[in-house]
C-alpha cells in the first residue's frame, strides 16, 4: 500500500512518477560462477535452511582441496577498505555463497503485495526487484538507487547509497528522502562522523 495518496502528492511528481524509469533489479548466483569474487555483495547460507545478507566477499581460498570464501559483514569491509587494515574473514564453503549482481530482468514486483503472492522458493536466495519509495513504510538504512534524471549527464543509476531520512517536505514544496554514500553511512556507525547528505526527491530514488 502507498504511504502517499496521490492527492497528496505535488503535480511534478505525479508527472514524474507517470514515467519514471525503474532501475534494475538484483539477482543471485552462486558464487562458482563468478569469475571475480572480491568486493562483492553476498548471500550465505543452505537451501531449505535460510539466508544471512549484508556482507562483502573476497577471491576464494583452497584449504585441503576444498574451495572457500572469505565472507565479511559489510561494515568490516567498508572499515577494512577504508582504513587499509587487515581483518579476519570468516570462511563459507563456496557452494554456500551467492553472490549479487544486477539484472534487468528483475522487475518490480506488481500485483504481489499479498502473501500468497510474495511467496519464494526456499533453493535459492530470492531476487530484489526494486521497490517505488512511496511503497515502504520506513526507508531509512536501506539500500537505495538513484536513477538517471535531466540532469544527471552520465545516464547511470547510482548504487552503494543508504536513506538516513524518512520522506519529507522540501523548503520547494518536493516530497524528498536524504541520501548519503554507503561509506559514509557505515563510516557513521564506527567514527560517530555525521555523513555528507544529498536531498534527492522520491521519483529518483528507488529501495535496492
Known amino acids: 500500500m502507498s504511504g502517499f495518496p496521490s492527492d497528496d502528492l505535488p503535480d511534478w511528481d505525479l508527472i514524474a512518477g507517470g514515467a519514471e524509469r525503474a532501475p534494475a533489479g538484483i539477482e543471485l548466483v552462486p558464487a562458482?560462477?563468478?569469475?571475480d569474487l572480491r568486493g562483492n555483495r553476498a548471500m550465505v547460507g543452505m537451501p531449505g535452511?535460510?539466508?544471512r545478507g549484508d556482507l562483502r566477499v573476497d577471491d576464494p581460498v583452497v584449504q585441503a582441496s576444498r574451495t572457500y570464501v572469505p565472507a565479511?559483514?559489510?561494515q568490516e569491509w567498508y572499515r577494512a577498505e577504508a582504513e587499509r587494515t587487515e581483518v579476519f574473514a570468516p570462511l563459507v564453503p563456496i557452494e554456500r555463497v551467492w553472490v549479487e549482481r544486477?539484472?534487468?530482468a528483475v522487475t518490480p514486483a506488481e500485483g504481489r503485495s499479498d502473501l500468497v503472492g510474495r511467496l519464494v522458493s526456499l533453493d535459492v536466495p530470492p531476487p530484489r526487484p526494486p521497490r517505488?519509495?512511496?511503497?515502504?513504510?520506513?526507508?531509512?538504512?536501506?539500500?537505495?538507487?538513484?536513477v538517471a534524471g535531466p540532469d544527471n549527464k552520465a545516464g547511470r543509476d547510482e548504487r552503494n547509497l543508504r536513506a538516513v531520512t524518512e520522506p519529507y517536505s522540501s523548503t520547494e514544496g518536493d516530497i524528498c528522502v536524504r541520501v548519503c554514500k554507503e561509506l559514509d553511512w557505515y563510516r557513521w556507525a564506527w567514527s560517530g562522523q555525521t555523513p555528507k547528505t544529498l536531498e534527492l526527491p522520491i521519483h529518483l530514488i528507488w529501495i535496492e
Open 72 to 74: 565479511l559483514p559489510e
Open 49 to 51: 535452511l535460510g539466508w
Open 132 to 146: 517505488p519509495i512511496r511503497e515502504v513504510g520506513v526507508v531509512t538504512g536501506l539500500r537505495v538507487v538513484r
Open 32 to 35: 562458482v560462477s563468478v569469475r
Open 102 to 104: 544486477t539484472s534487468s
